[in-house]
């Protein structure tokens, strides 16, 4: 029997309350690191799903499903998961929301 391995959820931090993009710990610690600083205060970033938006991870915006921007026609960067059609790599339906302030130390 072959044993299941599941990959272990990412989790990520905003740095500001406005900020629209969110980063991981590492992210944060080199940050700190290259600024002198021993703590930072972020936003926890909680994982939602929103029917019909998606996130694009390699040009780094939200879109509408039905808007067309996502696709062989309208990418040059798409890459389908299958390697064949369908769905690309790079499109995910995962959005995240800042909840909790918090402290990051090094």
């Not at 600083?37 to 996130?55: D, S």
Request: net charge positive; with cysteine.
């Amino acid at each position: 029997m072959k044993k299941k391995y599941y990959k272990q959820k990412q989790i990520y931090y905003f740095k500001h309350s406005g900020s629209e993009i969110c980063y991981t710990k590492a992210y944060f610690d080199d940050y700190m690191k290259q600024n002198g600083l021993t703590e930072i205060e972020v936003y926890n970033a909680e994982r939602e799903k929103i029917h019909g938006i998606f996130w694009c991870k390699e040009h780094k915006f939200c879109g509408d499903v039905t808007s067309g921007t996502c696709g062989k026609r309208n990418c040059n960067d798409y890459k389908p998961r299958n390697k064949v059609s369908g769905c690309c790599v790079h499109h995910t339906s995962w959005l995240y929301t800042r909840t909790d302030k918090i402290t990051l130390k090094l």
